[in-house]
């Protein structure tokens, strides 16, 4: 079986948030500490990431745009213990195919930053010189301009927008030590400075908001080489549809039935009204008791030993939940 058999099908590219993903998960597989992301008009104008991470050599420009084409596997037994967020090699070379990206970077060793970008039916890339830091900007512009088909299941700006900004929110959760700034039509939107770990529960509040930081409880548990930990927001104080869920297992966000359900199962009946579990947990656990690669979009996993999982979960929510003073 080949290697690009085994990899799942195609990147989704179903929206700008879609395309913002891929570029930002890149960004930070480079090194970045440091974002900054414009959006005009809802992504469908533009998406711009830029980033001080390691930077594309002038000779990988051409083969960074080029399908199938990752810097980040070479084997079969790469792909199993998959650490790297992308790996299939194919983010760019889609994105360049329905939309106008432009590619600059840095390597710090290079003295000058070159530009890439794909040109004509047979997308050959063109090069050029160019100014740059250290560092990598891609910037996409009109994105499905030569499909139209596609260009007409956009939303509005603002919803395309709101997904981006959800997006934003997620990995600010997922990485406390990368500095993020999110500007909307040249407007400053978010702003998210690098905390250590230990001061997670600021950067908590500036994305979710006071209410979660006031109300949510810490939890930590440990079970031989799986560990779960975060923070978990007692049934009283959960509102009506809160939309703060956020479950990341290795550092990458899921929206998991499975896990859900352990959540769910945890706080038990004591949730009532339509009320929802609300919740910061991180899990982790050995990349090779876990598969990522699933589904494309990357939003659920499958674990080896998924009904220990599951108690595990349910356990260690339970048990925080139950410690609470009333
Ligand atoms: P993948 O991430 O699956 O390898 P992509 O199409 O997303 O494939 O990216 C292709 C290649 O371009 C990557 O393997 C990486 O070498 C390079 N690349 C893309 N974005 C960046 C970035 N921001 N900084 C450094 N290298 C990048
Ligand atoms: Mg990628």
New binding site residues.
């Given amino acids: 079986i080949s290697l690009a058999n085994q990899i799942a099908a195609g990147?989704v590219i179903e929206r700008p948030a879609s395309v913002v993903k891929?570029?930002i998960?890149?960004?930070l597989?480079?090194g970045?500490s440091e974002l900054v992301i414009d959006i005009e008009k809802g992504g469908r104008r533009r998406m711009r990431?830029r980033?001080n991470?390691?930077?594309?050599a002038k000779d990988?420009l051409p083969?960074?745009?080029?399908?199938h084409?990752?810097?980040?596997?070479t084997s079969l037994a790469d792909l199993e213990a998959i650490q790297?967020?992308?790996?299939?090699?194919?983010?760019?070379?889609?994105?360049s195919s329905v939309a106008r990206l432009t590619?600059t970077?840095k390597p710090e060793q290079q003295n000058q930053a070159w530009r890439a970008w794909v040109e004509g039916r047979d997308m050959t890339a063109e090069l050029a010189p160019a100014s740059h830091p250290t560092?990598?900007t891609?910037d996409v512009e009109d994105l499905f301009f030569n499909t139209p088909a596609r260009r007409k299941f956009l939303r509005t700006d603002k919803t395309e927008f709101a997904h981006i900004d959800e997006l934003i929110k997620r990995i600010a959760l997922s990485r406390y030590d990368v500095r993020i700034t999110l500007n909307h039509n040249q407007k400053v939107i978010r702003q998210f400075p690098a905390v250590t770990q230990a001061q997670a529960l600021t950067r908590i509040t500036k994305v979710i908001g006071r209410s979660f930081s006031d109300a949510a409880m810490a939890i930590d548990c440990a079970h031989h080489d799986v560990r779960l930990w975060g923070w978990v927001v007692p049934p009283e104080a959960c509102r009506h549809q809160a939309d703060a869920q956020y479950f990341y297992v290795n550092g990458r966000m899921m929206r998991d039935r499975m896990l859900n359900h352990a959540i769910r199962q945890a706080y038990g009946d004591t949730l009532t009204d339509e009320r929802s579990p609300t919740y910061v947990l991180y899990l982790e656990l050995p990349a090779t008791d876990v598969d990522v690669n699933v589904h494309p979009a990357k939003h659920e996993v499958r674990f080896h030993q998924a009904r220990q999982m599951h108690d595990f979960v349910l356990q260690s929510v339970r048990r925080c939940l139950s410690d609470r003073v009333h």
Wanted: hydrophobic letters at 45%; zero cysteines.
């Fill in positions: 990147e891929e570029l998960e890149n960004s597989d480079a970045a990431i980033d991470g390691a930077g594309i990988e083969l960074a745009l080029a399908r084409a990752t810097s980040k596997i790297s967020l992308g790996f299939r090699g194919e983010a760019l070379a889609s994105i590619l970077s560092g990598t891609i």
